[in-house]
């Protein structure tokens, strides 16, 4: 009997990612060793207090994500490090704001979350330059598919940045953050955009914002501060202007949408460093040929309906231009 695999049945079908980003106003990245339950945080080394707080916080369906990294580092202390991203509260973004905290062991980790949470400074927290974080699931005990792709990517996307010498970058195993069947997936902070199906080609136009903006058809998953619908429309700005894309503030929104949700009016509007900007509207129609029906994981028992959309009549709504003064 052959073993079903979901990123197999994904890539096979010819599923477009786009659209899959997940929306969180918060992340919390709490450095852990694996091995790591098939839910991390009942990881036996996780402690009683943090299971307790990452379970009050689910329940209350706040929009905040726990996660656990680690890297192929040896570690040279027995401090914990501990990664909050929040969400730029301002309109127009980048993506989120990273506070860092080297804390004296995981037991202590749940004070300095309340105490974040609360608004309250912490001791543990260290000033660092500016990075970016980059988290490749690996989560084989909650998927199969991450383990044996994104192991391999990992290894991968490591000797990328030893080749190009930077020492901005850090990349992190990750527990499951979902779209197993993208695996290899990331999340790319501070800007909190998904990607997935990477490999050393696409990654490296990733990472040095260079070559062909085409390769993010294939790998992109959507960017996480906006609704799903509208990662689609974000896609087709992408295609039109370009790495510029990624050094504008963007703000976007559904404006209505049908009760099937077969077709979504959405709009987005962006501000380029010189402040000058646009606003852009758009349909987003379900798109039959690329809608599918497929199993969302290794373990699903049935196949989910994935819906996919087109953008139809992109247009011009308001464009504000830069006032120089004489």
Not at 28 to 39: A, D, G, I, Q, S
Not at 263 to 275: A, L, M, N
């Amino acid at each position: 009997m052959n073993k079903f695999f979901c990123a197999e049945a994904s890539r096979q079908a010819g599923e477009d990612i786009i659209g899959s980003g997940a929306i969180f106003q918060t992340y919390v990245l709490v450095e852990c060793p694996t091995p790591w339950e098939y839910e991390a945080f009942d990881s036996k080394q996780v402690p009683d207090n943090l299971k307790s707080l990452v379970a009050e916080i689910n329940q209350s369906k706040q929009q905040i994500r726990f996660l656990l990294i680690t890297n192929n580092e040896g570690k040279k202390t027995k401090e914990t490090k501990v990664l909050i991203y929040d969400r730029s509260q301002k309109k127009f973004c980048r993506g989120y704001n990273k506070r860092e905290f080297n804390v004296g062991s995981i037991d202590q980790v749940a004070g300095v979350v309340k105490n974040y949470l609360a608004g309250e400074n912490s001791d543990w927290e260290v000033l660092t330059d500016p990075t970016r974080d980059i988290l490749v699931c690996t989560h084989g005990s909650h998927d199969q598919c991450c383990a044996r792709y994104g192991n391999g990517f990992y290894l991968q996307a490591l000797a990328s940045i030893a080749e190009l010498g930077w020492d901005n970058v850090r990349m992190w195993k990750a527990s499951h953050f979902g779209g197993h069947r993208f695996a290899p997936t990331a999340i790319d902070f501070p800007d909190g955009r998904y990607y997935g199906v990477l490999d050393p080609d696409s990654f490296k136009s990733i990472l040095t914002r260079s070559g062909d903006i085409n390769c993010l058809n294939k790998v992109y998953r959507g960017w996480g501060i906006l609704p799903n619908p509208i990662q689609v429309l974000e896609r087709e700005m992408l295609r039109r202007y370009g790495w510029d894309w990624f050094n504008y503030k963007v703000a976007g929104q559904i404006i209505e949408q049908s009760a099937d949700k077969s077709i979504i009016k959405g709009e987005i509007s962006f501000e380029k460093p010189d402040g000058s900007g646009y606003s852009y509207q758009a349909e987003l129609v379900k798109d039959e040929s690329k809608t599918l029906q497929l199993k969302g994981s290794c373990g699903a028992v049935k196949e989910s309906t994935f819906l996919k959309y087109s953008v139809e009549n992109l247009r011009v709504t308001s464009e504000r231009l830069v006032c120089l003064s004489a």
